[in-house]
């Protein structure tokens, strides 16, 4: 028996300590000799072209570092632009990395800023992880010996995406990841369920929640821009639980229905507002929001970037919030300034989420107070058609990956849970 094929059938943490790790393992990945696979002003640069699925090298974990054998993983955007070599190629990261630490400099690049496994092998250095463990993982690679990690780890000079500007990522049989990027798996659900939440949770969680973003308060309306998307899923679940009142920005009628699903009271069609850029359609957005709740947002959740970012300064209310993680429209943001400084607005740039943050939102997912978002789940052989869907905005919430989980419906171990939060909550976003 395989490493691989015991972790499938559940063997005990003595067997898996005794079996070899294979040399080589199953992985999706870029290679380097790709980079200039696009032309700098193709119109499609389609992530299939570039993503494989493949055997890859095995690494040797560092003494802080885990092996886990991954279940199951998730598409993020970062992937997106990882496959089209945007805005600069990964392996530019991978080559600065590796002159600190040479095993991520390699010809391939495993991509995967989630997953959720169990724990296989642990180096030197590491206390509080076992073989046999599971685990989810959050998605910063950090140095725990720099001071400023004590205080906020997104601060610290070194920080890294793992999966994204580290080797070894999630979308794979197995994964190289820090012992403080680890989290116990929820027990009620799924490998696929578990593996769907953590970055994007986290990352709303910091915006919104946590005391370094907008610090949402009982009654903040906020504006949640792709409200059924991956971020935007999380970001609307944590207002509701928060007390505050969301506005959620849908672009289709099936969107629309499904925020109803998740208890937003208050929709928005993206349609409505064709240009984005022109400051009557900024007009026609606030007085819809007015419309429907009687005052201007507290906060606007933004990550779509340069193709409603104008609008999102526009419509906070004075003294609000525009707080922004991402731009996955476009790096290169215009907007009104005199509607920032004269009503004393604020933007505030956030980045994925500490280790304490991740630890606060895997617990609220723990408790079935916050649900997964997964809609679809595709097969790793199939991770480039999953990436594909998600850089054309086919998706809604999260798109799931199995690696070793054979199936889908495996890993619960919580079924009382799991009943009570019930499966309609579980599988609102891929109802049966």
């Not at 989810?136 to 004590?150: C, F, I, K, L, N």
């Amino acid at each position: 028996m395989t490493l691989a094929q015991a972790v499938v059938a559940g063997a005990e943490p003595a067997e898996l300590a005794r079996l070899d790790v294979p040399t080589t393992y199953r992985a999706a990945h870029l290679r380097k000799d790709e980079v200039g696979t696009f032309d700098q002003d193709e119109p499609d640069k389609d992530v299939r072209r570039t993503l494989h699925v493949g055997e890859v090298p095995m690494p040797e974990p560092a003494a802080d570092e885990v092996l886990i054998a991954v279940m199951a993983s998730a598409i993020n955007y970062n992937t997106v632009w990882s496959a089209m070599f945007e805005p600069i190629p990964t392996f530019a990261f991978l080559e600065r990395f590796g002159r600190t630490d040479p095993r991520h400099d390699l010809p391939t690049h495993v991509l995967g800023s989630d997953a959720a496994g169990v724990v296989v092998r642990t180096g030197a250095a590491v206390r509080r992880w076992r073989v046999g463990d599971r685990v989810v993982t959050s998605p910063a690679y950090v140095d725990g010996e720099d001071p400023v990690v004590q205080h906020d780890g997104m601060l610290a000079a070194d920080l890294r995406a793992w999966g994204f500007e580290t080797n070894f990522g999630g979308l794979a049989d197995f994964a190289v990841v820090k012992a403080t990027q680890l989290l116990p798996k929820p027990r009620h659900l799924t490998w696929e369920e578990a593996a769907c939440n953590m970055l994007c949770a986290s990352t709303a969680y910091r915006m919104l929640v946590g005391e370094r973003g907008a610090r949402m308060k009982q009654g903040d309306v906020v504006l949640l821009w792709g409200a059924t998307g991956g971020l935007g899923g999380y970001g609307v679940q944590l207002v509701l639980g928060g007390g505050g009142i969301p506005v959620g920005v849908v672009s289709s009628p099936e969107k629309a229905e499904l925020l109803r699903g998740m208890g937003c009271p208050h929709v928005i069609d993206r349609g409505q507002f064709d240009d984005l850029a022109d400051e009557k359609a900024w007009r026609r957005l606030g007085a819809e929001v007015r419309r429907l709740v009687g005052e201007d947002p507290a906060i606007v959740f933004e990550h779509t970037g340069r193709e409603t970012f104008g609008a999102s300064v526009y419509v906070a209310r004075r003294g609000g919030s525009v707080v922004t993680c991402g731009s996955s429209s476009g790096y290169a943001h215009e907007y009104d300034n005199r509607h920032l400084w004269m009503k004393l607005k604020r933007i505030i740039g956030s980045h994925g989420a500490n280790y304490q943050e991740c630890h606060e939102v895997n617990r609220l997912i723990s408790l079935g107070l916050l649900q997964p978002t997964l809609s679809a789940v595709y097969p790793l052989t199939g991770a480039a058609d999953a990436t594909r869907a998600v850089q054309l905005n086919q998706h809604v919430g999260k798109v799931g990956v199995l690696a070793l989980a054979p199936e889908e419906g495996l890993g619960v171990e919580d079924h009382e849970l799991r009943e009570r939060v019930g499966e309609d909550r579980l599988r609102l976003f891929r109802p049966r």
